[in-house]
């Protein structure tokens, strides 16, 4: 077995119970299956320090799984960079929009998520209108999605009400500040009236930062909010009210409708299978489902796995970063960007030996199984995560029928190095400062949409035979077939000012466009080509598959039309339509930048 020995700090280093324990460190040699990791030595003369990268209250807890354990895998260091309960990327604060860390589609323009509502109520018609019908967010981000979302459900009565007895609204997330942020984004007020407690600061916890004394080595040092675990105390108080039934919650629609319901229930979990338990358990598991997940697949786990010089596909791994704290001057001329500034406390190692996503992911790669055009060095991305959240999607979908929508940036292949970390609206390491910093790799339309596939053929015969994927296809192409255009000549219509309008017209670009300009006329990537939209569809227990062949799929070509939205004078309705696409652009092309309005001179046939 493994030989471990004990290290004590220092005496005077031990300012709390917690920081006396005893680090662990093991002497892998005596383990057996377990990756032997090459470690290059560095020279060093102990004449210059080495500058790391911040140190951050997460590392302690990398830095210790890894001395017990051993390298852990991408997939591991994902799952405790964004979600630890206290030191988590996502658990500390709001991170969406202009003051956070990125900007995602709803956060753009409140089109988008008014689309999505429009989808929505297609998909329940295409299911044929059911009295019930259960609403799902996965990864729900502020809330704005949804809050837009039931701002256009509000204009369908039959479907507001189907959604008031189906149980409402289910909004999956794990974070208690962004759950927090969520509750006020949709006005949820207790069932008696009373406003819900908002027990997280709305404002982003404090960051306190520490710097090593002139001429000492070491990292600067980055803490957060003292009160944070008292804060994830009260959350888990929360949840145990919520869960004995004390704490029941319902977001308000649009006022003043005939036939609407005032507000819909309201309900938070923390995982798809929670909420899917709680409804058998309250009687609603039979109820069908429309869920959306939009940029959640691209923050999911993923297994990193190379080519090594040895032929031989291994799993990528993440270690602690055996750099000296000092180095001789001579090998500090390192090229532009490998300064000893960029060194970080964790770095990316090859496993010699296989590891368990190894042995279950490699076999089943096309690309990696016997593909004579693989370098050493070529690499792929697994994600399984995303992979069992989509088999649990399309098997609740098979069984009591509904759709499901989900959009992410990616490809339809498997991603190669594209882990990312991305702090201030800029990418940086994926290894830098953890808990600081937000992860994301593209997502593998492909990959998805093959374990869909398999897992809705077979189930097809015991439960549903209607199953369908469709797509992937751009968000820019699904956006026009549901009618952005229309929708945005509408605001552009109403806006106040030139300004407005331009506001609104650059939201519309980034949305649909490959590349836009901003305000200041700078080249900004848009959203409309690298963000793919790929569907989950399934009618009622007992619909023909034949029968699918005679359904329009909201979003989604098919036969040259494609269905979207008009509203006639006698209240809002759903039918194909056929658009000149090229017109708004031409028309925007010919206008006054100051005077939008001329976009919306064109036309529906």
């Known amino acids: 077995g493994p030989r471990i020995r004990t290290v004590p700090r220092p005496a005077e280093e031990l300012d709390t119970l917690e920081k006396r324990l005893m680090e662990i460190r093991v002497d892998r040699s005596g383990l057996i299956d377990i990756p032997v990791i090459e470690t290059e030595a560095e020279e060093t003369d102990g004449s210059v ?8 209250p997460l590392l302690d807890e990398l830095t210790l799984r890894i001395s017990a354990r051993g390298p852990i895998s991408v997939s591991e260091f994902m799952t405790v960079a964004l979600g630890h309960p206290i030191h988590g990327y996502y658990m500390r604060k709001d991170v969406f929009g202009e003051q956070g860390d990125f900007t995602t589609s709803p956060e753009i323009s409140q089109v988008f998520g008014e689309l999505i509502g429009v989808w929505c109520v297609a998909n329940w018609m295409a299911l044929g ?34 959604l008031e007895r189906g149980g409402g609204v289910r909004m999956i997330e794990t974070s208690p500040a962004l759950r927090s942020f969520q509750q006020q984004t949709l006005r949820c007020t207790k069932e008696d009236g009373t406003p819900v407690i908002q027990y997280w600061p709305v404002q982003a916890p404090p960051v306190f930062r520490s710097k090593p004394k002139s001429g000492e080595a070491g990292a600067e040092t980055l803490s957060t909010d003292k009160d944070i675990p008292a804060t994830v105390h009260q959350d888990e108080e ?52 429309l869920a959306v997940a939009q940029e959640l697949f691209d923050a999911l ?120 970390g991305i702090k201030e609206h800029q990418f940086v390491h994926p290894l830098l400062e953890p808990g600081f910093v937000d992860l994301s790799a593209d997502v593998d339309f492909g990959f998805l949409k093959g374990v869909a596939e398999r897992m809705g053929k077979e189930l097809g015969p015991k439960t549903n035979e209607s199953f369908q994927v469709l797509g992937p296809i751009t968000q820019g192409e699904f956006l026009r077939n549901m009618g952005i255009e229309t929708r945005v000549a509408m605001l552009l219509q109403k806006a106040a000012s030139p300004e407005d309008q331009e506001t609104i017209y650059t939201a519309f670009k980034r949305l649909v466009d490959p590349e836009t300009f901003d305000k200041e006329g700078n080249m900004v990537a848009g959203m409309g080509q690298s963000y793919k939209v790929m569907a989950l569809f399934a009618g009622l227990p007992g619909t023909p598959a034949h029968a699918i062949g005679e359904i329009d799929f909201a979003g989604f070509p098919q036969g040259g039309e494609v269905f979207g939205v008009l509203s006639p004078r006698d209240g809002p ?33």
């Open 129 to 162: 209108q059911p009295s019930r019908i259960r609403l799902f967010e996965l990864g729900p981000g502020r809330g704005t999605l949804m809050a837009d979302l039931l701002r256009a459900a509000s204009s369908f009565p039959a479907f507001a009400q189907a």
């Open 301 to 420: 786990p993923i297994h990193q796995f190379e080519l090594a010089k040895s032929g031989r596909w291994v799993e990528r791994m993440v270690d602690i970063d055996p750099a000296p704290e000092t180095i001789g001057a001579a090998d500090r001329e390192f090229g532009p960007n490998e300064t000893v500034d960029k060194r970080h406390h964790l770095r990316f190692v090859l496993s010699r030996g296989a590891t368990p996503a190894s042995k279950i992911f490699l076999s089943q790669n096309e690309q990696t199984r016997d593909n004579p055009d693989a370098r050493p060095g070529d690499s792929i991305e697994v994600g399984a995560v995303g992979a069992g959240l989509i088999q649990d999607l399309v098997r609740e979908i098979s069984t009591v029928g509904g759709a499901s929508l989900i959009i992410d940036y990616g490809e339809n292949e498997p991603g190669s190095n594209s882990l990312r």
């Open 49 to 56: 320090p080495v500058v790391k990268s911040a140190w951050t």
């Open 573 to 605: 309705v759903l039918q194909p339509w056929s658009c000149h696409r090229g017109n708004l652009d031409r028309a925007a092309a010919l206008a006054d930048p100051t005077r939008l309005s001329v976009a919306l001179a064109f036309s529906y046939v």
């Open 238 to 289: 929360w949840e145990a009210a919520r869960l004995a039934g004390r704490i029941r919650m319902r977001a308000p629609l649009r006022v003043g409708r005939s036939g609407i319901p005032p507000a819909v229930p309201a309900q938070w979990f923390r995982d798809f299978r929670e909420a899917l338990a709680n409804d058998t358990e309250t009687g609603a598991g039979d109820v069908p489902i």
